[in-house]
């Protein structure tokens, strides 16, 4: 998807119950956001020469590390509006909308490299949380 996109595309890239934790500040709502709606997850943007199918990537999570940082972290975002919001200057914002179980077997594989895991970090009401707390939050019975 890219920030260019209609206002239908815009209400299903966007999660209206997270957006609405993360303004409350509320741990308990944003993981109650996770598992019962959805969040916007950044994806590399594919560049391949097209050659035939096999060529083509397997879409793959953006994750962002600081400086020279062993670990990664993983930003997830309450709408495709507020990952643009983080990079502005870059024109081809990629996203793909996750529900839990898709969230959870992505940090089941990821966690040992990711140092954090951020909610819409470019703000005004940016969380963070670790990757066992999120997942946690997800498996809770």
Do not use: C
């Not at 996109?5 to 890239?13: D, K, L, R, V």
């Not at 983080?86 to 077997?105: F, G, N, T």
Request: hydrophobic fraction near 45%.
């Amino acid at each position: 998807m890219s920030s260019s996109t209609s206002a239908a595309q815009s209400a299903e890239f966007s999660s209206p119950m997270l957006a609405q934790a993360l303004e409350a500040g509320d741990p308990t709502s944003v993981a109650l956001a996770l598992r019962n709606d959805r969040v916007m997850v950044p994806m590399l943007v594919e560049i391949g020469n097209g050659d035939s199918a096999a060529d083509a990537a397997e879409p793959q999570v953006r994750v962002f590390r600081r400086g020279d940082a062993d670990k990664y972290m993983l930003l997830l975002f309450s709408s495709v509006d507020t990952y643009v919001a983080m990079l502005p200057e870059e024109s081809d914002h990629q996203v793909v909308a996750y529900r839990a179980e898709d969230l959870q077997a992505f940090l089941e594989t990821n966690k040992g490299v990711l140092e954090s895991v951020w909610f819409d970090v470019a703000g005004p009401h940016a969380m963070q949380a670790s990757a066992d707390d999120i997942l946690d939050a997800l498996t809770l019975s």
